[in-house]
T-cell receptor, first 114, second 114 residues
Framework: GDSVTQMEGPVTLSEEAFLTINCTYTATGYPSLFWYVQYPGEGLQLLLKATKADDKGSNKGFEATYRKETTSFHLEKGSVQVSDSAVYFCALSGTQGGSEKLVFGKGTKLTVNP | EPEVTQTPSHQVTQMGQEVILRCVPISNHLYFYWYRQILGQKVEFLVSFYNNEISEKSEIFDDQFSVERPDGSNFTLKIRSTKLEDSAMYFC????????????FGPGTRLTVL
């Protein structure tokens, strides 16, 4: 079945450091890819998405490019802030006959220190 | 900004008891979902609901589970006879459209089965 593998955490960075969180997927068909973020005590929020190969999703300085050839959707940010501390989830949907369900990775906890 | 709400935030119950987790999706959304996350594990899809019926369910969603939209605003998940392994964070989500459309998540209900 479909699956998402993302970088194990936790990740600890200093403010203004460069961030990469790796995400690869296995899927039948052509999924849409998502990054969700969960701040402490809150629900999951969509951070960015890409619906087809070579699309780049971006939001709040975060970017990820849908790479079909490497089945990857790595999350990057050039300069992280303390407020970016959260858990980040890579996910896919839209495979297997138009399934609506999201398939998530395990999540990567990011802590940014001042 | 409209949001998905869930009650209670934390539910403690004895094994074998019935629990009902409640969700109020965003008002003009048509698709509703439940996911769960056992501590330290992935967020897992349980069920999707559209047009007053289940559109998809996972292997986890067995006869112990049921969902209902009793009125125009609430969406509930019932677990008939809770087991220790049902202890998890349960997330409700809703979307306006199905596949490829952003799912908006609630803050979750932490269920603890003793």
């Amino acid at each position: 079945g479909d699956s998402v593998t993302q970088m194990e955490g936790p990740v600890t960075l200093s403010e203004e450091a460069f961030l990469t969180i790796n995400c690869t997927y296995t899927a039948t068909g052509y999924p849409s890819l998502f990054w969700y973020v969960q701040y402490p005590g809150e629900g999951l929020q969509l951070l960015l998405k890409a619906t087809k190969a070579d699309d780049k999703g971006s939001n709040k300085g975060f970017e990820a490019t849908y790479r079909k050839e490497t089945t990857s959707f790595h999350l990057e940010k050039g300069s992280v802030q303390v407020s970016d501390s959260a858990v980040y989830f890579c996910a896919l949907s839209g495979t297997q006959g138009g399934s609506e369900k999201l398939v998530f990775g395990k999540g990567t906890k990011l802590t940014v220190n001042p | 900004e409209p949001e998905v709400t869930q009650t209670p935030s934390h539910q403690v119950t004895q094994m074998g008891q019935e629990v009902i987790l409640r969700c109020v999706p965003i008002s003009n959304h048509l698709y509703f979902y439940w996911y769960r996350q056992i501590l330290g594990q992935k967020v897992e899809f349980l069920v999707s609901f559209y047009n007053n019926e289940i559109s998809e369910k996972s292997e986890i969603f067995d006869d112990q589970f049921s969902v209902e939209r009793p009125d125009g605003s609430n969406f509930t998940l019932k677990i008939r006879s809770t087991k220790l392994e049902d202890s998890a964070m349960y997330f409700c989500a809703s979307s306006f459209q199905g596949s490829y459309n952003e799912q908006f998540f609630g803050p979750g209900t932490r269920l603890t089965v003793l």
